[in-house]
C-alpha cells in the first residue's frame, strides 16, 4: 500500500472485530499475515488511516475452513 500522506494505523479485521493493529507511521507499507487462530466461515478486510485522518479499506476476503 502507497499512501498520500504516512499511514499512522493499519489494522486487520475478521468478523467485525481487529485482529491485528500497527502504527507504520510510513507512506509505503508492506504486511504478510497468517492468522494462527482461524474461524470457520469467516471475512477479512483490511483498513488504514493516514496520519492526516483519510482512511481506506480493502474489500473483504470470505475464507471457508475445509477439514
Same mark, same amino acid.
Request: proline share 7%; glycine share 4%; aromatic share 10%.
Given at each position: =500500500?502507497?499512501?498520500?500522506? /504516512? !499511514?499512522? $494505523?493499519? %489494522?486487520?479485521? *475478521? &468478523? +467485525?472485530?481487529?485482529? #491485528?493493529?500497527? &502504527?507504520? &507511521? @510510513? *507512506?509505503?507499507?508492506?504486511?504478510?499475515? $497468517?492468522?494462527? %487462530? /482461524? !474461524?470457520?466461515?469467516?471475512? #477479512?478486510? !483490511?483498513r488504514a488511516? $493516514?496520519?492526516?485522518? +483519510? =482512511? !481506506?479499506?480493502?474489500? /473483504?476476503?470470505?475464507?471457508?475452513? @475445509? /477439514?
Amino acid at each position: =500500500m502507497l499512501g498520500t500522506s /504516512p !499511514v499512522a $494505523q493499519l %489494522e486487520i479485521i *475478521r &468478523n +467485525e472485530k481487529i485482529i #491485528y493493529s500497527a &502504527n507504520p &507511521n @510510513r *507512506r509505503d507499507v508492506q504486511l504478510t499475515f $497468517q492468522d494462527h %487462530e /482461524p !474461524v470457520q466461515d469467516s471475512y #477479512y478486510y !483490511v483498513r488504514a488511516v $493516514q496520519d492526516d485522518g +483519510e =482512511m !481506506v479499506w480493502g474489500s /473483504p476476503i470470505w475464507v471457508t475452513l @475445509r /477439514p
